[in-house]
């Protein structure tokens, strides 16, 4: 069934004619530049490839029945994608483009890499013809468990969120595009009142401003939203910080493209805050509003995934992944809002939910005219056309199978462009909890469904909101589970 709303509480109606209705966006046209908005750095071309990352194994909330590889990689053609490459690696779950669009990077969200209890980060060269990936090189992310990550705009740092580690952390980048050690890391303590899901620190999110001054933060575990900044020698410095609501669960976040506003999406009581930012300070204000992504009859347990500011600045679009206690169609939906230019408000205009299935993450192409929702428990990528004027998505009949699809992101690289200078030769990467090809183009196996830790099974059984006990059956099957 499709809805759409014509105000934050105004009754449910019956739309037949579009998977999301609703009025214009408030506020004028804003300038075309990004935070944590679609395809940040790719201006307003259009996107030549797109990367998936995957979970491999064990994947909290569940998967489908087709069977996960890694990284996939697909040539773009409006909303049309056609797979050239399957890239083996180990549950890499969220991935992010350097700025020059010759290298990406992918986490991969294990807890045992090198034998050490830490997860690891690839580093990839994108060819420039093919838009084809070739592994540079693998690090220790410095905790368990990495969660997201952002390159800084000037593509010389890296930064990780450690969901299970607990902490946050920078790595250099070499003019090659390979990857330096962990530098420094913003070690987090404490918890929160909801103990399946707080009982510790768990950061989720990391995005620099729209300026490149500063890096926001998300800890799911805490209720706090922090800011850093990167020093002269690329390690992290605490500038601020902000609260949410006890119990929230903040997850992730986006900047709105002139840099005046940041928008938190708390996946425990489904909710967006927003907060007036400083961009010369990096400092945070009192939250504006905070308002449900799901309507006051909703029934089952709230879980929110994804946030993302349309190009033009003028809407929001934020992701409900259904629980299975959940009966309420908005459950599994894209929800669409309409951002006041002067305030930074949001309006409710209204709820996609055909042809949407846990939708772990979606993203918007650098031109602003397609969004594509990854659905993990179906294994597949749907895109909506983004009517320019209202913001509404419409969707196209297109459906691109792909397994567990956890995150996409575009790429523009410039075709006919030199090829990115050689990385220095690297040994062998071992065969210890990891998935990809070694530095010498061997490939490896990927991580093996028993790989994961205790700890972190159990950590992962409450992301997913299922009984341990079924978690560490999972973990004993080779097989990936299926939802």
Known sequence: MLYGRGGAHGDRIPDQSSPLRGGRGGGPRQPRRCGRIAARGRGAGEARFAYVGTYTTNPPGGGGPLPAVGIAVFRVAADAL????????ANPSFLAVHPTQRFLYATNEIDDYGGQKT???????????TGMLTLLNRQATGGPIPAHLAVAPDGRTLVIANYVGGNFVALPLGADGTLGPVTNAIQHTGSGPNKGR?????????????????IASADLGIDTIQVFRLDAAGRLVVVGEAKTAPGAGPRHLAFGPDGRFLYVVSELNATITVFPYAAATGTLGQALQTLSTVPANFVGTRSTAEIVVHPSGKFLYNSNRGQPDATTPEANTIVGYAIDGATGKLTL??????????PRNFAIDPTGTWLYACNQQADTIVPFRIDAATGRLTTTGQVTPTPTP????????AAGAAPPPAPAPMPGLPNTGGGGMAGDGRAFGPLGAAGLGAAALAVLARRAQVPDSVAGARAEKPARPSS
């Open 82 to 89: 056609t797979l050239v490459q399957t890239v083996p690696s």
């Open 349 to 358: 205009t209204g709820y996609t939910t055909a042809g949407i299935k846990y």
């Open 119 to 129: 997860g690891s980060v690839e580093a990839y060269a994108i060819d420039q013809a």
């Open 406 to 413: 956890v995150c996409l992101v575009f790429a523009s690289p």
């Open 198 to 214: 707080q009982e510790a620190p768990h950061p989720h999110c990391v995005a620099f401003d729209p300026a490149g001054r500063y």
